[in-house]
């Protein structure tokens, strides 16, 4: 389980840093000791995919962080995924396609930032 020390942690290190991606804010959870790794998936309803491959603790720290008033989710690029080495193993789709129905699972690429 994740404590509020953890989320405490990892918004002091995400403010000011500008919009984040998942894999990078794993990297800072990784940092702070959570095991990261796992068969978990953070998911914007039926078949939208922020990220998959978490453990139960990364999952429940990105979801503390997402619920966290100080942060803002935003969608985010594929660019800046690449350019973090991550290959999305599904098609992305765009803010704008969020409202649609899909059928097959589909990658939204966000990002986190700390405002305050």
């Known amino acids: 389980m994740i404590s509020s020390d953890t989320t405490e942690a990892l918004v002091a290190a995400l403010r000011g840093t500008g919009g984040r991606t998942i894999p990078e804010v794993l990297a ?3 940092s ?14 039926e078949y939208v995919v ?4 978490m453990s139960a603790d990364a999952t429940a720290a990105l979801n503390a962080l997402v ?3 100080r942060v803002e989710v935003l969608p985010s690029s594929e660019a800046a995924y690449l350019a973090v080495g991550y290959e999305a193993p599904f098609p992305a789709i765009t803010a704008a396609e969020l409202s649609q129905r899909f059928d097959e699972p589909r990658w939204l690429p ?3 930032i700390v405002r305050r």
């Open 110 to 112: 966000t990002e986190l």
């Open 67 to 69: 619920a966290d008033e």
């Open 28 to 30: 800072v959870l990784a």
């Open 32 to 45: 702070l000791g959570v095991d990261v790794e796992g068969e978990n998936a953070m998911l914007f309803g």
């Open 50 to 53: 922020a990220w998959l491959g």
